[in-house]
């Protein structure tokens, strides 16, 4: 899904919500966007809606772990490396890539108002190499160049660029430290109850 005010919007809420939920859990930010563009290429978002995210992420005290589940296009892709380290995960038939911002379309623009909307995705795109640059270790040279085409990862390729760290297969990994249903219940000083359990003459002890 690509990344339009409404998703942003709800994006955040929720991660707001889980910090004031519990801020010493992990909040599990899954990850199948196309960024800013749909599928077709068209843009149909501006790049100040992934760098939104990408702001509250770093503003929530929680630890954020991402899971690339499809697609981790453009901006996708930095919230996919901004992660907590160690914890940023990929499917193996997941697909990360990285590219230049676009220039949303210009109809009867009059050529200054171009000039002036050029000039900012410019700025967008120094922000989002920087920010790639420091998740994943790589120079702002070396992410530049490579962002001057549209750069495909398996995931293989995007744990070797610095995008993810590992290969996640069956949720063991990330999933290892949630807290069960009745471990959540104790922590809130919660009992439950259980009802004894009796068969009539005709039901047997299967659920």
């Known amino acids: ?117 050029a000039k900012e995705v410019v700025n967008n795109r120094d922000t989002l190499v920087s920010l790639l640059a420091k998740h994943t270790g790589n120079s702002f040279e070396k992410v530049s160049k490579v962002m001057q085409r549209p750069f495909y990862m398996d995931p293989r390729k995007a744990i070797e660029f610095g995008v993810a760290d590992k290969v996640l297969w069956r949720g063991q990994e990330a999933m290892s430290d949630t807290l069960s249903p009745e471990a959540w219940d104790q922590r809130a000083g919660i009992r439950v109850m259980e009802r004894p359990m009796t068969y009539g003459a005709n039901e047997a002890g299967l659920a």
């Not at 800013?36 to 503003?59: H, Q």
């Open 1 to 117: 899904m690509p990344l339009v005010p409404a998703v942003t919007e709800l994006v955040i809420a929720e991660l707001l919500y889980l910090q004031w939920l519990d801020p010493r859990q992990p909040t599990y930010v899954y990850i199948n966007s196309t960024g800013t563009s749909r599928a077709d290429g068209e843009t149909v978002g501006m790049e100040t809606e992934g760098f939104a995210i990408y702001d509250t992420m770093m503003m929530v005290k929680n630890e954020i772990q991402t899971v690339a589940v499809g697609a981790a296009i453009g901006q996708a892709c930095l919230l996919l490396a901004a992660g907590t380290k160690g914890k940023r995960f990929m499917l193996p038939h997941a697909t990360a890539m990285i590219q230049q911002p676009r220039l949303p379309s210009t109809g009867q623009m009059p050529a200054i108002d171009v000039h002036i909307r």
